[in-house]
Every structure is written in structure tokens, then in C-alpha cells.
Nanobody, 125 residues
Framework: QVQLAESGGGLVQAGGSLRLSCVAS????????MGWFRQAPEKEREFVAF????????YYAESMKGRSTISRDNAKNTVYLQMNKLQSEDTAVYYC??????????????????WGQGTQVTVSS
């Protein structure tokens, strides 16, 4: 059983940056590919970014390309999401998720086996 714990959310002004972290425990982190998703109020959860168990390839939602970077440190059992040029539409609860193996259908929620509790990101305009 893998437990995931996100941190790094908060309140930021539009145009600012945040780095989210997700620490995994209870499993072999290097065996899992990792994704970030988000859910805004009254909206469905959506894909944000993905990184395979080997550190690449990486994939991003169109809205995040060019202003976000997903990375991982297997020695620290941690995946990161660096987000820049944040806008009000980025306000959401951000979740990390893990799927065992090299990654399959990275955009699809039900491909993931484990989820964190989420961290709130609020962007003020």
C-alpha cells in the first residue's frame, strides 16, 4: 500500500510561482509512474502532468505546457510540480497519483492506483 502526501500549496498572486511536492511511502517509489491532477470548484478532476518511473517521458496538459515542470527524486521518494505564471484559472485542489510500471494512458484517472489527499492552490487576481 502506497501513501502519498502533497504539500506546497497556498495562496499566490497571479503571475507568481509555486512548487508542489508529493512524498510517497509504503512502496518502492521507483516502481511507480506519477501524475498530477487538479480539481477546481464545481469542475471535474483533470490531468495536469505525468512523469514515468524512469524520470521520462513527461507529459503535460495543454494549459500547463511551457509554464510547469514535473520532476522526481527517487532517492527522496518525491515528485515535484513547479508551476509558474499562475493564473486564477489554476485555482484548484492539486492531487498526486501513482500507477505501477512505466505509465499507461497517463491522462486517465482510473489508470492510477493510489492518490494523495490533495493540496489547495489559490491564485488571486
Amino acid at each position: 500500500q502506497v501513501q502519498l502526501a502533497e504539500s506546497g500549496g497556498g495562496l499566490v498572486q497571479a503571475g507568481g510561482s509555486l512548487r508542489l511536492s508529493c512524498v510517497a511511502s509504503g512502496g518502492t517509489f521507483g516502481s511507480y509512474s506519477m501524475g498530477w491532477f487538479r480539481q477546481a470548484p464545481e469542475k471535474e478532476r483533470e490531468f495536469v502532468a505525468f512523469i514515468s518511473w524512469a524520470g521520462g517521458p513527461t507529459y503535460y496538459a495543454e494549459s500547463m505546457k511551457g509554464r510547469s515542470t514535473i520532476s522526481r527524486d527517487n532517492a527522496k521518494n518525491t515528485v515535484y510540480l513547479q508551476m509558474n505564471k499562475l493564473q486564477s484559472e489554476d485555482t484548484a485542489v492539486y492531487y498526486c497519483a501513482a500507477q505501477k510500471g512505466p505509465g499507461y494512458r497517463a491522462y486517465v484517472e482510473y489508470q492510477y492506483d493510489y492518490w494523495g489527499q490533495g493540496t489547495q492552490v489559490t491564485v488571486s487576481s
